[in-house]
């Protein structure tokens, strides 16, 4: 019988964010929500005797991201962004601007991460990959889609995060695109060989084959922040489901490429819900 040829896994260059999870108040409720919403499957992998919990969930055996045990602060998802070295990405960081909020450390066997945030204060974290390359669930309905900065200020962010991870910011009609030079090169030597030829259409952007996310301002009274954004199939049916559930729906937006809807889930973190909806004709 034929051996079943292995699906490559999918990596992440340095400067990409590549991971996320949401610190909860009730890790067993936000499994709940969450299992009910995208058909996530779960399994803890804290070590015995840890503080927390650290709970990955996955979509059809491939990780999706993490739901994390966190009795104080605010319920929110983060966003990690690949390093090759947590310490010496850190220290880089401290020297252009950024503060340290937690200290490198390990993530059981799956990575180094650490907690920093931008000179506006929106944070964000870094994964040095082990056994845990990255989220292996995106871009279907039920992943990750991608990660948006929020800021308060654009032209401080760019220069921050320009110095901070090399990116650069492509300013176009409907927003601001994030790029990490190189990503499509890595993209069509690992898992997507044919990532230009589909995005050659006249309506796709030039160089996004190397975007890595979005830059638009924060909401009058918003503070800064990465937030999340996940693909679904269906934007009215995951709003319905999401009320069901418990969750909160904050606003829906439509737009030429998209339906989307804001959720709060039952313990308080907020991400958004997309439906990739392409002009047609």
Same mark, same amino acid.
């Given at each position: 019988?034929?051996?079943q040829r292995e699906v490559a896994r999918r990596t992440y260059p340095s400067g990409?964010?590549?991971?996320?999870?949401?610190?909860?108040?009730?890790?067993?409720?936000?499994?709940?929500?969450?299992?009910?919403?995208?058909?996530?499957?779960?399994?803890?992998?804290?070590?015995?005797?840890?503080?927390?919990?650290?709970?990955?969930?996955?979509?059809?055996?491939?990780?999706?991201?993490?739901?994390?045990?966190?009795?104080?602060?605010?319920?929110?998802?983060?966003?990690?962004?690949?390093?090759?070295?947590?310490?010496?990405?850190?220290?880089?960081?401290?020297?252009?601007?950024?503060?340290?909020?937690?200290?490198?450390?390990?993530?059981?066997?799956?990575?180094?991460?650490?907690?920093?945030?931008?000179?506006?204060?929106?944070?964000?974290?870094?994964?040095?990959?082990?056994?845990?390359?990255?989220?292996?669930?995106?871009?279907?309905?039920g992943g990750w889609n991608f990660s948006d900065l929020l800021t308060t200020n654009?032209?401080?962010?760019?220069?921050?995060?320009?110095?901070?991870?090399?990116?650069?910011?492509?300013n176009l009609d409907f927003g601001t695109m994030i790029r990490r030079p190189g990503?499509? @090169?890595?993209? #069509?030597? &690992?898992?997507?060989?044919? *990532? $230009?030829?589909?995005?050659?259409?006249?309506?796709?952007?030039?160089? %996004?084959?190397?975007?890595?996310?979005?830059?638009?301002?924060?909401?009058?009274?918003?503070?800064?922040?990465?937030?999340?954004?996940?693909?679904?199939?269906?934007?009215?049916?995951?709003?319905?489901?999401?009320?069901?559930?418990?969750?909160?729906?904050?606003?829906? @937006?439509?737009? #030429?490429? &998209?339906?989307?809807?804001? *959720? $709060?889930?039952?313990?308080?973190?907020?991400?958004?819900?997309?439906? %990739?909806?392409?002009?047609?004709?």
């Amino acid at each position: 019988m034929e051996q079943q040829r292995e699906v490559a896994r999918r990596t992440y260059p340095s400067g990409v964010p590549c991971w996320v999870d949401t610190q909860q108040p009730d890790v067993d409720a936000a499994m709940d929500f969450y299992g009910g919403l995208f058909g996530w499957q779960f399994e803890d992998t804290a070590p015995s005797g840890a503080a927390g919990r650290y709970v990955i969930a996955t979509l059809d055996g491939q990780e999706a991201g993490a739901i994390a045990g966190h009795a104080t602060g605010v319920p929110a998802w983060n966003t990690y962004i690949s390093v090759e070295d947590a310490d010496a990405a850190a220290r880089h960081l401290l020297s252009v601007g950024a503060t340290l909020k937690s200290a490198p450390a390990d993530s059981g066997s799956g990575a180094v991460h650490a907690v920093l945030a931008d000179p506006q204060g929106a944070e964000f974290r870094i994964w040095q990959a082990r056994e845990r390359p990255g989220a292996q669930a995106v871009n279907l309905p039920g992943g990750w889609n991608f990660s948006d900065l929020l800021t308060t200020n654009i032209d401080a962010a760019v220069a921050f995060y320009t110095k901070a991870f090399g990116w650069q910011f492509d300013n176009l009609d409907f927003g601001t695109m994030i790029r990490r030079p190189g990503y499509g @090169d890595h993209l #069509e030597a &690992t898992i997507d060989p044919n *990532i $230009r030829a589909r995005q050659s259409g006249d309506a796709v952007p030039r160089g %996004f084959e190397d975007a890595v996310g979005w830059l638009a301002s924060a909401a009058p009274g918003h503070r800064p922040q990465w937030h999340v954004t996940f693909t679904v199939a269906d934007r009215d049916r995951t709003a319905k489901d999401a009320e069901r559930l418990g969750a909160r729906i904050l606003g829906q @937006d439509d737009t #030429e490429w &998209t339906r989307t809807v804001l *959720i $709060r889930d039952p313990g308080g973190a907020v991400f958004t819900a997309s439906q %990739f909806t392409p002009p047609t004709g």
